[in-house]
């Protein structure tokens, strides 16, 4: 069938009127965070015009921001400590681990920052664990997940360890339509889920593996290069986030993939009937050694 | 736009930024994303373009025309995102209450995939012009003045995409006429 150009861009408009519009909050935040140290650039025409102002509306100006910078500020101080459901004691993590002594104390996750060489303590789903990091250049996120800091293409690379873990998978990622009926409760009920979502291929698995001496599934993923919309919007599982634990908010929060030919992988843990889900994610083009300490990581977990 | 609090943020007011940040940044970042198609780099873009904006603010002759002015510092910060590598972030984030997981999906789903691709595939500069004029309903002149380019360059961008979107949808039905062929 033939379309006329005003079908074409009755269709065109319809599609774009289609997506987010709300800017987030945080962004918004970042960018008056940085006004005080982002100096303004001065026309000439400007600078002829400020010394028109009198003394007491540049007074009235100056006090205006000073209590928007103040509040601001309080929001941030005051938001930093919403649904902080841990201990504010932060582990110190292991200088250099050579010979993995004892964990670091337990926290929920290890705090933002670089992180050390060694091992490091988290507790996921009441399930306390520690890993071990072979090498100085991996950062936390604060929250569940560790970033290998290369930052960029293609030898970045990225961790997570989920619990709550997945409920299950997407049946059609980029309309967010959810499998039907869902994944069962078991760990092979969700890698049977998890390998079979459409958009990405199974590259192997489920398999039987052990993680921290418990059984696991792994299931090793790769994001098609021909998914229908953009790799941020192909949405790979969720989890109800009651408590806003990860995504601030008492809903569906979702997984979405980072890259077109990422490499995801799974392991499913089975701690006791406690589902622990392990995710190490790589970009196209990564080398053989972002794959081996990612396994190196996983090997080194002991369930305490 | 309110014409005042582009004045007072000229000469420096933060408080008036952070009002008129609050004024226009779900716009910017709603064009943003709809240039980039991908929402982590149109926060970042969106971003960049809001510090700009705060930057270069007292270079602005006339506060009237400050919404045409941010679109295309705009448009900048959308390039500069889309030649930036990747860094991981966390890919996790909340599902609208408005889009709910349903069984049926999008009414269109082939459609909107077909565009998708088809946008993609697009530059830029070309994206940029079916935004402005298509999203943001900005006749062909205010294209060009926002993008600081000739408005026939305009046209032939807009005519260009638009027959490349057009190539996306048909590609649809092709397979079908195919099939029917056979």
Request: some cysteine; overall charge negative.
């Amino acid at each position: 069938m033939s379309r006329t150009d005003r079908d074409v861009t009755r269709v065109v408009r319809s599609w774009l009127e289609d997506g987010v519009t709300a800017l987030p909050d945080r962004v918004l935040d970042a960018v008056l965070d940085q006004l005080p140290t982002t100096p303004q650039r001065r026309s000439r025409w400007a600078a002829r015009r400020r010394p028109n102002m009198n003394n007491s509306l540049r007074i009235g100006l100056a006090a205006a921001a000073v209590v928007v910078i103040a509040f601001i500020g309080y929001q941030l101080v005051s938001g930093s400590n919403v649904g902080g459901p841990g201990p504010a004691e932060t582990p110190t993590p292991l200088p250099t681990g050579t010979a993995a002594p004892s964990p670091a104390p337990a926290a929920d996750f290890p705090p933002a920052g670089a992180l050390a060489i060694g091992r490091h303590a988290l507790i996921r789903g009441g399930v306390p664990f520690s890993f071990e990091l072979p090498t100085a250049d991996w950062s936390s996120s604060g929250n569940p997940w560790i970033n290998k800091d290369a930052g960029v293409t293609p030898e970045g690379a990225a961790m997570l360890f989920w619990n709550p873990d997945p409920d299950n998978v997407f049946a059609d990622p980029c309309a967010r339509t959810a499998l039907s009926p869902p994944a069962g409760p078991t760990a092979a009920d969700l890698a049977a889920a998890m390998s079979s979502v459409p958009g990405t291929d199974l590259v192997s698995g489920p398999s039987d593996v052990t993680v921290g001496g418990y059984p696991a599934k792994l299931v090793v993923l790769t994001v098609r290069e021909d998914i229908a919309c953009s790799p941020t919007g192909l949405y790979l599982w969720y989890f109800e986030d009651e408590a806003g634990e990860l995504c601030g908010g008492e809903l569906v929060c979702g997984r979405y993939a980072t890259a077109l030919g990422d490499t995801i992988r799974v392991w499913i843990v089975d701690v006791d009937g406690e589902r622990i889900v392990i995710e190490g994610e790589t970009y196209r083009g990564a080398g053989p050694e972002v794959e081996q300490e990612i396994q190196q990581i996983v090997a080194s977990i002991r369930f305490e | 736009m309110d014409t005042d609090l582009v004045v007072r943020a000229q000469s420096g007011d933060e408080g008036a930024f952070a009002s008129l940040a609050v004024a226009v940044g779900d716009r910017l970042h709603a064009v943003a994303h709809r240039i980039l198609r991908d929402i982590d780099l149109a926060e970042d873009a969106t971003q960049q373009a809001l510090l700009s904006i705060w930057r270069d603010l007292p270079q602005l002759r006339d506060p009237a025309r400050f919404d045409a002015w941010s679109y295309r510092l705009l448009v900048r910060a959308c390039y500069a995102e889309s030649h930036r590598d990747r860094r991981w972030e966390p890919n996790l984030r909340l599902l609208p209450a408005d889009e709910p997981i349903t069984a049926d999906g999008y009414s269109s789903v082939v459609d909107r995939d077909q565009l998708e691709r088809g946008f993609r595939r697009l530059s830029i500069d070309h994206r940029a012009v079916v935004v402005l004029h298509h999203y943001l309903d900005l006749p062909l002149d205010e294209v060009a003045e926002t993008l600081g380019i000739p408005a026939g360059t305009v046209r032939s961008r807009l005519h260009h995409a638009m027959r490349g979107l057009r190539a996306a949808l048909d590609a649809d039905a092709r397979p079908t006429t195919r099939k029917a062929a056979q």
